[in-house]
């Protein structure tokens, strides 16, 4: 690499401005699952009803996987730092609301509002990162970073939420947010460089309309498919899901300013990357919920106990991401990556010997191998999808990145935990003496039948609760022998997909010849 073609490196500006990128961003991940353990205190005080449980927990999710898209690409219309401005000012005011919300509705419609506001911070802090360090060392480093906030966020979200219970009324949860969001306000216009594509047409609302339609829709219908079942609601949405993203698909290719180019699916490392990212978020959702739900049914342990337990393999997560970038400097980041999905598949297989009596120890262990493997994943892939599109589109990038993400996430949930639950399903053996209600709900799920023990003469609730464990293990079996299969299928995709892309920082010209008589600059950003 000759030295006018060496990017600036970032200085103490820059790093100061990242560390104003991440407390936000670890603080949309914190508000995904906060209200795990404040959910009965807040039901208790307001009185909600158990669908009103339901949106209170879902709709900032909801919110956020149906407003990336439109976020995303607004911030590459008004600028990055605008929206993140925007977002966060809204999202502060939102919590005040979420906190000192008199009633179940109104309640819903703050978590609606958080959901928006949350949508504006992931593509726009992503994309500034992108903006910001423009060295490939650097970005690896600042990308190690922002992925192990959202890590930090989901491993936090319950303990803080613990804690917090633990001397302060429910609506405490949603406080934490409010001095984060002022920060970002206060030091962000400071710190964080303005970028926007200056050839952005208008934002086109009927295409908003669609892309809501097609997220919300799929996303609904995939969770509701976790959550009951197959049956023809579910079903329904997900198909309606579907006819919104081809009508979407359709119009993006006959507008002169599409709400979002997807033309940039046409840089090849780009849409391997998404469907890497797809793909990881789908086997890891999946998997991960049925060891989560492993650890509070099968285990007994409480919310906040899980999630101090998962602690550990979260520590070796996060070492992982920081290791993988330099890794990825000296061999070619699809090495990693294949290395990391097979060392994954290893934990699967771990995790396909625990037994409903064996403990947590071989559990964890299996857990936190699995997380060894996946940890180059999110960072090295978010990295190689940012650097292979042309600045101007970052945000359109990162929402959708982040997307696919969110779709993998509720796709594995539906599909895993639909395995698993059949499994259960077909094992179980409720004793004769249960009655007809509490039999149907043992049948249903490990969760049913807990609920029912309680109730039960003894030796009944012993032997319910003793099928019940070896049922819901046996379901974990299989859904971790199929996650095994899938990290092996996907370290297959990796290696194909991203055989030539060289090791990060590496100058382009050296590997020229492998990426095109064209040269990298015309393969890699086509004119979008």
Same mark, same amino acid.
């Given at each position: 690499?000759?030295?006018?073609?060496?990017?600036?490196?970032?200085?103490?500006?820059?790093?100061?401005?990242?560390?104003? @990128?991440?407390?936000?961003?670890?603080?949309?991940?914190?508000?995904?699952?906060?209200?795990?353990?404040?959910?009965?205190?807040?039901?208790?005080?307001?009185?909600?009803?158990?669908?009103?449980?339901?949106?209170?927990?879902?709709?900032?999710?909801?919110?956020?996987?149906?407003?990336?898209?439109?976020?995303?690409?607004?911030?590459?219309?008004?600028?990055?730092?605008?929206?993140?401005?925007?977002?966060?000012?809204?999202?502060?005011?939102?919590?005040?609301?979420?906190?000192?919300?008199?009633?179940?509705?109104?309640?819903?419609?703050?978590?609606?509002?958080?959901?928006?506001?949350?949508?504006?911070?992931?593509?726009?802090?992503?994309?500034?990162?992108?903006?910001?360090?423009?060295?490939?060392?650097?970005?690896?480093?600042?990308?190690?970073?922002?992925?192990?906030?959202?890590?930090?966020?989901?491993?936090?979200?319950?303990?803080?939420?613990?804690?917090?219970?633990?001397?302060?009324?429910?609506?405490?949860?949603?406080?934490?947010?409010?001095?984060?969001?002022?920060?970002?306000?206060?030091?962000?216009?400071? @710190?964080?460089?303005?970028?926007?594509?200056?050839?952005?047409?208008?934002?086109?609302?009927?295409?908003?309309?669609?892309?809501?339609?097609?997220?919300?829709?799929?996303?609904?219908?995939?969770?509701?498919?976790?959550?009951?079942?197959?049956?023809?609601?579910?079903?329904?949405?997900?198909?309606?899901?579907?006819?919104?993203?081809?009508?979407?698909?359709?119009?993006?290719?006959?507008?002169?300013? !599409?709400?979002?180019?997807?033309?940039?699916?046409?840089?090849?490392?780009?849409?391997?990357?998404?469907?890497?990212?797809?793909?990881?978020?789908?086997?890891?959702?999946?998997?991960?919920?049925?060891?989560?739900?492993?650890?509070?049914?099968?285990?007994?342990?409480?919310?906040?106990?899980?999630?101090?337990?998962?602690?550990?393999?979260?520590?070796?997560?996060?070492?992982?991401?920081?290791?993988?970038?330099?890794?990825?400097?000296?061999?070619?980041?699809?090495?990693? @990556?294949?290395?990391?999905?097979?060392?994954?598949?290893?934990?699967?297989?771990?995790?396909?010997?625990?037994?409903?009596?064996?403990?947590?120890?071989?559990?964890?262990?299996?857990?936190?191998?699995?997380?060894?493997?996946?940890?180059?994943?999110?960072?090295?892939?978010?990295?190689?999808?940012?650097?292979?599109?042309? !600045?101007?589109?970052?945000?359109?990038?990162?929402?959708?990145?982040?997307?696919?993400?969110?779709?993998?996430?509720?796709?594995?949930?539906?599909?895993?935990?639909?395995?698993?639950?059949?499994?259960?399903?077909?094992?179980?053996?409720?004793?004769?003496?249960?009655? !007809?209600?509490?039999?149907?709900?043992?049948?249903?799920?490990?969760?049913?039948?807990?609920?029912?023990?309680?109730?039960?003469?003894?030796?009944?609730?012993?032997?319910?609760?003793?099928?019940?464990?070896?049922?819901?293990?046996?379901?974990?079996?299989?859904?971790?022998?199929?996650?095994?299969?899938?990290?092996?299928?996907?370290?297959?995709?990796?290696?194909?997909?991203?055989?030539?892309?060289?090791?990060?920082?590496?100058?382009?010209?050296?590997?020229?010849?492998?990426?095109?008589?064209?040269?990298?600059?015309?393969?890699?950003? !086509?004119?979008?």
């Amino acid at each position: 690499m000759t030295v006018d073609n060496v990017p600036p490196k970032a200085g103490r500006r820059e790093w100061l401005g990242l560390a104003v @990128l991440v407390l936000p961003t670890i603080l949309t991940m914190i508000d995904v699952n906060v209200l795990f353990l404040a959910l009965p205190h807040l039901s208790a005080d307001l009185g909600t009803s158990a669908t009103q449980q339901l949106w209170i927990t879902d709709s900032y999710g909801f919110a956020i996987a149906g407003f990336l898209v439109t976020m995303g690409t607004l911030g590459d219309r008004i600028g990055y730092r605008k929206l993140l401005m925007i977002g966060g000012a809204a999202f502060g005011l939102a919590s005040v609301l979420a906190a000192w919300s008199s009633s179940p509705g109104l309640l819903i419609a703050a978590r609606l509002l958080l959901g928006v506001a949350g949508a504006t911070i992931m593509p726009s802090t992503l994309a500034l990162i992108r903006t910001m360090f423009t060295d490939p060392k650097q970005m690896g480093t600042a990308i190690s970073v922002w992925a192990s906030a959202i890590i930090a966020g989901v491993a936090l979200g319950p303990v803080i939420g613990g804690v917090m219970l633990e001397y302060f009324w429910w609506g405490s949860v949603f406080l934490i947010g409010v001095p984060v969001m002022v920060l970002l306000v206060v030091a962000g216009p400071v @710190l964080l460089p303005e970028h926007r594509d200056p050839d952005a047409g208008r934002l086109d609302l009927v295409s908003v309309f669609l892309s809501l339609g097609t997220v919300l829709s799929a996303v609904y219908g995939l969770k509701e498919l976790a959550r009951d079942g197959w049956g023809l609601l579910p079903v329904a949405f997900v198909v309606v899901g579907v006819a919104f993203g081809a009508v979407f698909v359709i119009r993006q290719g006959r507008l002169a300013s !599409p709400l979002l180019d997807l033309r940039l699916l046409r840089i090849r490392v780009l849409a391997s990357a998404l469907l890497a990212g797809l793909f990881v978020g789908a086997i890891q959702s999946g998997s991960g919920l049925m060891v989560t739900q492993h650890l509070q049914l099968v285990e007994g342990l409480e919310p906040l106990q899980a999630g101090l337990w998962l602690l550990p393999p979260t520590v070796v997560l996060v070492i992982g991401i920081y290791l993988s970038p330099p890794l990825a400097r000296r061999i070619r980041p699809g090495y990693v @990556l294949v290395g990391g999905a097979l060392i994954a598949a290893a934990g699967q297989l771990v995790i396909t010997q625990v037994s409903a009596t064996s403990g947590l120890a071989l559990l964890l262990i299996g857990f936190g191998v699995v997380y060894l493997g996946v940890s180059p994943m999110g960072v090295l892939v978010a990295q190689i999808a940012m650097e292979s599109c042309p !600045p101007e589109k970052a945000g359109s990038a990162a929402s959708l990145s982040s997307t696919g993400s969110e779709l993998g996430v509720a796709l594995g949930i539906a599909t895993l935990g639909t395995v698993g639950t059949l499994v259960y399903r077909g094992e179980v053996n409720v004793p004769a003496e249960v009655p !007809p209600a509490a039999a149907d709900a043992a049948n249903e799920s490990m969760a049913g039948a807990a609920a029912a023990a309680p109730n039960l003469p003894p030796q009944v609730a012993t032997d319910l609760l003793d099928s019940a464990r070896e049922s819901f293990t046996s379901g974990l079996h299989v859904v971790a022998g199929v996650a095994a299969v899938l990290f092996v299928g996907l370290a297959v995709l990796i290696a194909v997909t991203f055989r030539h892309v060289p090791p990060s920082g590496a100058d382009p010209a050296d590997h020229a010849e492998e990426i095109g008589p064209d040269g990298p600059e015309k393969e890699n950003h !086509p004119a979008v």
